[in-house]
C-alpha cells in the first residue's frame, strides 16, 4: 500500500489517506441578527443522552459493492469494494462540510512548490496580490515578502488541499460549501451536493487573490450559521456538521484593525468555536507556515473548544498530504482482508465523509472477504461479505477508475516532495 495512504503506525493496518456568487454584505455588515438567531437556537438543542452509552458501542460498517454472495465473472483478479463507516453516534450517512479558506494579504507567500494545476494564472500577482504588511506581536513586527505568483502562493496550496478533498467525498450523501475570509467573511457556495459548484466557487478565491487582515471570527461564525441552516443554505437536521478551516495566519480583525495580533480578536474567535461546538459542529484546523506556527493560541483553542482537531503544517504545500486524514464520520481506521487468501487489500482509500474504496485480490471460486473499522474511540467493529469470482473477458471499469485515480494522487504527493 502506498505511504501517502497510511494515517496509523500500525506495522500491519492501512488506513485512509476534494456556481454563482451569492451576494454577500459589505465588510463590516455581517448578518448579526442571523447569528443571533444560530445563538437562540442552541438553547433548544436537544441534549444527547445517549453519548455516554454509545461511546462504547460498535463503529456502524456497510459494504455497499459488491453485495453478499454476489457472483463476479472479469479478467482481472482483483475486485473494487466500495462501502460506508460512521461511529455508533452518527445518526445518519449525511455529512455537511464548510471549507472556511483564508485570503489574507499573508497566503501571498511562498508555499514552498509550484503548483502544477494552476499553471493558467500569471506569473505576478499584480495589484490585487498584496503582500502581508508588517504585523505586530508584542511590539514585534513579523511578515515576509510575497510569493513570485500565485501558483506557488500559500493560497494555492489551500485551494489544492480542498479540490483534493473534494475528490473523495460522496456526493449523494456529503454537501459541500466554501467561505472566505480576510477583511470580512463571505459566502461564496451554499452547502450543496454539486461539486462542480464548489470548484468554481474555489477558482473564484484564486481570482480574488489574497487581500487584508485575518477575520477569522467572522468565517467561523458564517461557518455555523450556514451548517445550521440560519443563512443561504437548505438545513439538514441529521447531518454531521463540520468546518475545515484553512490559515496561514492568527486573527488580527477586527480589534487589531488587520495591523496586530489582539488578544481580544484571539477570544473572539475561540468563543465563536466554543459557540459551534455547542450546536455540534467541530471545526478542524489546518495552520500552515511558519508565522501560524509562532503563533497557534487562536488555531489550537478553536479546535479544543470546538471538539475538532489542530493539524499544524510547517511547508504550507504539505496541507494536501494531510488535508484527508481528517475523519468526520469518527472512523479513521479501516482495513480490508481476503480471509480466503489471507491478504489484505492492494489499495484502499478512506474518504473523510466515511466512505471507503479498495481493491481486493481474489481467487477463483468462494471468497471472504472481511471489513475491519476503529473508531477514534477505540471501540472496533467488522462486516463480511462472500463473494464468488470467476475469470472472464470483461473488464471492471469501477476498478481502474478507482486504480486510475489513486495512482494520480500518488503521484500529486510525490511531485511535490515532502519536508522533513
Known sequence: MPDLLLHHEDPAPQSRNQKGTVPLPERGQFPFLVFGLCLLSLFFLPLDTSLSVSQAAEPKVQVLSPKDGSQIT????IIFV????????ARSPNVDIALVIDLSGSTSQYAGVDFGEFSQLPDNLGSSGLGRPQISIGGMGIGGPPSRNLRNSILAAEVAASRRLLLQLNSQTTRVGVISFSEGARLLQPLTHDFEQVRRALDDILREGP??????????????TELMGLGVSEKRVDAIKVEFLLTDGFPTLPIGAGKRAAPEDTNLAINAARLAGKAGIKVHVFALGDEALSFPRAAVGIAKESGGTYTPVSRPADVLAVVENISVVGVDYVQLVNQTLGQKATHLRLAADGFFSAAVQVAEGKNQIDVY????DGSSGRDTITVFYQ??????????????????????????GRTP
Open 74 to 77: 472479469q479478467d482481472q483478479n
Open 82 to 89: 466500495s462501502g460506508k463507516v460512521a461511529s455508533s453516534a
Open 211 to 224: 487581500h487584508g487582515g485575518t477575520n477569522m471570527v467572522e468565517g467561523i461564525r458564517m461557518g455555523i
Open 373 to 376: 473499522v476503529r473508531a477514534s
Open 391 to 416: 475469470t472472464g473477458n470483461q473488464k471492471s471499469l469501477d476498478l481502474e477508475v478507482f486504480l486510475e485515480r489513486e495512482k494520480k494522487l500518488k503521484l500529486e504527493v510525490e511531485r511535490l
